[in-house]
């Protein structure tokens, strides 16, 4: 068994949450998604990122707005639905328990 491949396995699956949580705090552009998910160790590509934007956005966990931008062509700030809240809501409360499981099991 490969570790390199449960770790990616491990990060996939957080992925979403993390975009969810970053989400959370304030409309943002996919630059900055990438940017907030780099500076905390968790590395997305672009090939990654908006096709899992786009899916969440046809869930109606997301939504976006178009943004007029000083630097350029208008951007697209993606935010949370009030959908995407309670989803995420439920994700922290998975992720909870499955912390406690962890430490639990790391104790013995």
């Known amino acids: 068994m490969n570790a390199e491949n449960v770790k990616s396995q491990m990060r996939k699956g957080i992925l979403e949450y993390c975009i969810l949580l970053i989400l959370n705090k304030e409309p943002t552009y996919a630059p900055d998604i990438i940017r907030a998910l780099q500076e905390a160790h968790l590395i997305v590509v672009e090939g990654t990122l908006y096709p899992l934007l786009t899916r969440l956005k046809n869930l109606n966990l997301l939504r976006y707005e178009w ?9 697209k700030y993606y935010a949370l639905t009030p959908d995407g809240t309670a989803f995420l809501s439920e994700l922290s409360t998975a992720w909870s328990e499955i912390t406690e499981t962890i430490i639990h099991l790391n104790k013995k």
């Not at 943004?67 to 951007?75: A, F, N």
């Open 67 to 75: 943004v007029e931008s000083t630097q350029g062509p208008p951007r």
